[in-house]
């Protein structure tokens, strides 16, 4: 069964959620969520990691959403469609549109909104490289490594569209309030029209200006100060002005939301705030965004923190139809491969140990066998050739000149290896053989005709089985002929019988003549071709007889030793 996790970390708490299953039917196995200690990285890291060892994270599939508040969505129109095209190109257009920004500072992803032949509109969302690299140096540093990573409005949306909230003639507006901002996605008709992301969230006590504009970069100590704990009186007081601040911005969306179709609810996730679910905004009620299947493990209440992180677990799954990827360039998760390296490398390196000790047996080998084909040769050549210094005459008495030369050159041949060159000789000196056979009248090439009495000898042996069998046959006549095969076919013999099989009935005696011809057609000598004769009965009924019974017999195929 598969099993993925999807996580997500915000600035103050972080969401865990593991499912077991498929895309489309699944169930929560754990879950868990917490406050982040502030300030201390080892801590988070240690927090991290001690939650996802308890809950039995699946290392090799995590993925995870980071803060919209570190995003910036703009839209972007380019002339073609290409996806290829848009990922060459996407960096430089939005370039202009993001002056607050490094360009090469900030990692960009885009979402196709429209799209023909002509044009495609994209959702184009910028994170800053250095924010991105925090959260996954603190992943890294709790034992894991995401696979991707994205931001908390597209795991709301594939969340959102995995369940029947989004059907093709509604439209919604989806928010997720976070620690220190706010994210909001225009839905019409299960396809994504908006995103944008409200710089306030719930546990922010130092709301942004009003007059703020979206992806502007705060000072490092307005960034600093909006997460500062207060006065719990001063607390309330400024949770309620947040609370208000992400009514009006919300309100402000569905107003100016561009949509077909009405839009029917805003759907809200995340953290609770006072009064704002049952409420109404504009004329749509708010309704909190419960994704979850049923009886799918997730809690009965206070569910909202964890939608984000089952969107992450759902795409982690092959789930999703939004697939943003965060991780490119150097942030980039370059599969699997890195995680097996240095194993691989390990291995790697004692198959090269392993088949350099095995060369080095083989060349010792080789060496030892060289030596003794060496022997073998020079000692094959002086029995061929003899020693004329020594006085010693060889085998060959009279060979011929090419293979006295070759024999007397033995070391000159370079070419082939000494195996080679008793090879080579074997081979001349079958030639010769054969040469000096045809010349005498000896050709093995040169077929004999067959012996028409051999072939009458297999089929008599054939019969006298029979009788050691039990039956009683008596030949009566007896044909051989040698007849040569036409049209390409082989010799062969025709026999033609006369016999009577006795027997005590005639039925006894068919069954004799049937044994008969299964034992003949049971030969490798046997052509196949028997020209079975009808049989007559004897005027005693004690057997039958059969006249001009032709068997074809192929000699060539019989062992003649055995017969």
């Known amino acids: 069964m598969a099993r993925s996790c999807g996580l997500r970390i915000g600035p103050r708490r ?6 077991d299953g498929s895309p489309k039917k699944h169930k929560i196995a754990a879950y868990a969520m917490g406050e982040l200690p502030v300030g201390d990285e080892g801590a988070v890291a240690a927090l991290l990691k001690a939650a996802m060892k308890e809950h039995g994270v699946p290392a090799d599939n995590v993925g995870v959403a980071v803060d919209t508040g570190m995003a910036a969505f703009r839209t972007l129109k380019v ?56 959260v996954l140096g603190l992943l890294e540093k709790a034992g894991t490594e995401p696979l991707e990573a994205e931001l908390e409005t597209s795991a709301m949306v594939n969340a959102a569209l995995a369940s029947d909230l989004c059907t093709a003639d509604n439209a919604q507006v989806l928010v997720h309030v976070g620690e220190a901002s706010t994210s909001v996605v225009v839905i019409d008709g299960r396809r994504v029209r908006e995103m944008r992301a409200i710089r306030i969230g719930a546990l922010a006590t130092e709301p942004a200006a009003a ?20 006065d719990p009186e001063e607390t309330a007081r400024r949770l309620e002005a947040a609370n208000k601040r992400i009514r009006r911005e919300l309100g402000r969306t569905v107003s100016a939301a561009r949509t077909l179709h009405p839009i029917e609810a805003v759907y809200v996730c995340g953290f609770e705030l006072p009064g704002l679910v049952g409420s109404r905004i504009q004329d749509a009620e708010v309704r909190p965004l419960d994704v979850f299947q049923k009886d799918g493990g997730q809690p009965a209440e206070g569910f909202g923190p964890l939608v984000v992180a089952y969107g992450v677990a759902l795409r982690q799954l092959g789930g999703g139809e939004l697939t943003p990827h965060l991780r490119r360039e150097e942030l980039r998760y370059a599969g699997a491969f890195e995680k097996v390296e240095l194993p691989l490398a390990v291995v790697a390196l004692l198959a090269v140990t392993l ?25 094959s050549q002086r029995f061929l050739v003899g020693d004329l210094k020594a006085g010693r005459q060889g085998y060959l ?16 041949d370079k070419e082939r290896t000494k195996f080679e060159q008793l090879q080579y000789v074997n081979g001349q000196l079958k030639n010769e053989i054969r040469k000096l056979e045809k010349d005498l009248g000896q050709d093995a090439e040169i077929t004999q005709p067959q012996s028409a009495l051999v072939g009458a000898s297999l089929l008599l042996g054939v019969l006298e089985s029979e009788v050691q069998n039990g039956g009683r046959p008596s030949l009566r006549k007896l044909q051989s002929t040698y007849t040569i095969g036409k049209q390409g076919k082989p010799d062969y013999v025709r026999v033609v019988l006369d016999v009577v099989f006795f027997a005590s009935d005639t039925v006894q005696a068919t069954q004799n003549y049937e044994d008969f011809l299964k034992a003949v057609e049971a030969q490798p000598w046997c052509r196949g071709q028997i020209d079975r004769r009808p049989s007559t009965s004897n005027e005693d009924g004690k057997g039958i007889f059969v006249v001009g019974l032709a068997i074809e017999v192929d000699v060539s195929k019989a062992d003649i030793g055995k017969s």
């Open 355 to 379: 088949i350099g000790v095995w060369f080095i047996f083989l060349v010792k080998e080789s060496q030892f066998a060289e030596s003794k084909l060496g022997f073998w040769r020079d000692s």
């Open 211 to 230: 007059g703020a504009a979206e992806g502007e970069v705060e000072s490092e100590a307005e960034a600093s100060s909006v997460l500062e704990p207060r």
């Open 79 to 134: 002339p073609f469609s290409d996806r290829a095209k848009i990922e060459e190109v996407v960096k430089f257009e939005v370039e202009s549109h993001l002056p607050q920004w490094n360009i090469d500072d900030v990692i960009i992803d885009f979402h196709v909104l429209e799209s023909s032949d002509d044009y495609s509109e994209l959702l184009v969302s910028a994170v800053p490289k250095g924010d991105l690299k925090h």
């Open 14 to 19: 972080y969401e865990l959620v593991v499912l």
């Open 397 to 412: 008495v009279y060979p011929s000149d090419p293979v006295q030369r070759y024999l007397a050159n033995l070391d000159a």
